[in-house]
């Protein structure tokens, strides 16, 4: 059983977000699709506000990018602040078609990234931050 703010639920739903699994499998950790997602991105993230519509396009991701991959390096608890904190690497390369992405284009990025996820009382995710270069991988991966 995981504790109320630990490190084995925020895992939980970085699998279920990161392997495309949706909003089916990701909303048993957040308190509502209303739940807040930030970050100061300038392309393809920058018009998500929720956690749902988060989850949404990593699903989109795993569809445009079968062999995308998500793996990671760091795990920290921060119980005073009802926080975890994961770092990743994320490699890809965009060979798939996917409504709302652009065409194939066999390039590949790899990068790193880090979630922020807050937590209420009973244990669920009640906001999410994520640090990420978003125009560095859409160049990479021929979008920009």
Known sequence: MCARVSACMALKFFDGSETGKGWDECSKYVVSAEAPFEGQFVGSLSGLKT?????????????????????????GVDEERRCVCINANFEATHTAECEGFPPPTNKSAKCEFSYTLWFDEAGKIIKMNKLWNDQWSMVALGWA
């Open 51 to 75: 956690i749902k519509d988060y989850v949404g396009f990593t699903h989109g991701c795993t569809i445009a990018m079968p062999n995308c991959k998500s793996t990671p390096w760091f795990v």
